[in-house]
């Protein structure tokens, strides 16, 4: 599959908005009336405060995701010189064609880009075990000193790292 990366634009916010609220929740991670929901359906308020970058094939946007840096609205665990990016989702009619794979490795080549990004952070929650596979083949390794818990929830996030 033909994959063109581009920001995302107004037009396509309720795409995203579909594809990511449709991959979290067949996936199994939350339910609809989980409060994470509706951050990772706010693409409005994403774009205004970090940039969400669409992954189109043959016009149709099939994923999104959210590269940013330490110190920025929507950093979790992003240090100095680190890029992280955050709420890949792919499209469910799409995933198992590497779809994830490219997303990732465009990330990637972009962190290599940049002259003063040495490595990549992301958090995945302990039961995302898919997309820890992707991460793992890549190359990204688990970084537990640096895993947390989200704020008032009993929900471990795991850290992986890349060095670029």
Known sequence: MNLDFRPAGPADYPEVLRITRDAYLRAGHFTAGHP????????????????????????????AVTPTFAGQPYSEIARENELEFRMLAVDPAVQGNGVGRAVVRRVIDHARSLPDITAISIT??????????????????RVPARDWYVPGEDVLLWVFRLEV
Request: aromatic share 10%; no cysteine; glycine share 6%.
């Open 124 to 141: 995945s929650a302990t039961f995302m075990e898919r997309a820890h596979g992707l991460y793992e083949s890549l190359g990204f390794r």
């Open 36 to 63: 994470y929901m509706s951050v990772l359906e706010n693409v409005e308020h994403r774009a205004e405060h970090a940039e969400v970058w669409v992954a189109d094939a043959a016009g149709a946007v099939v994923a």
